[in-house]
């Protein structure tokens, strides 16, 4: 099962996450709350493909607001009516769930969908959630 959110239930848990004496984000959450949700967070991207040739961008990442780590994985439909396909979220699995904390998990997750991303992935996303990193994002051009 894959969890969407809306803009609003983003914008909410942002509003309500911070605990006393967390800082607060650098900017107020008006106008896109997508941008405002993406940049409370570190994120490393990566394109690559799956064993069976599907292309897909990981994003690896730590959410400084709700203090966890999290994985996304999605495939480019580019040319559909659909536009993208969620392939794995962190949301959607019951075993990560907002109390999971160690990126490595994710490593068996991404195994299993037939994909390998760089160990320096998992290595930045330990730095940010130790540094509490937001407004970070990683997008290297993918190599052929």
Not at 18 to 45: F, W
Not at 71 to 93: A, P
Request: one cysteine or more.
């Amino acid at each position: 099962m894959v969890v969407i959110a809306t803009g609003a239930v983003i914008a909410s848990a942002l509003n309500h996450a911070l605990q006393p004496g967390q800082e607060q984000m650098d900017r107020p959450i008006v106008g896109s709350y997508r941008r405002a949700y993406e940049e409370a967070m570190s994120q490393h991207k990566h394109t690559t493909r799956t064993r069976d040739g599907k292309e897909v961008t990981v994003t690896l990442g730590y959410d400084r607001p709700l203090d966890y780590v999290f994985c996304t994985v999605i495939q480019d439909s580019e040319g559909t009516s659909e536009g993208e396909d969620i392939i794995y979220s962190k949301l959607g699995d019951d075993d990560a769930g907002l109390h999971l904390q160690d990126v490595d998990y994710f490593r068996d997750v991404l195994n299993e969908l037939g994909i390998s991303v760089p160990d320096e992935l998992f290595t930045e996303v330990k730095i940010d959630q130790l540094k509490r990193v937001g407004n970070r994002t990683v997008d290297p051009k993918p190599k052929n």
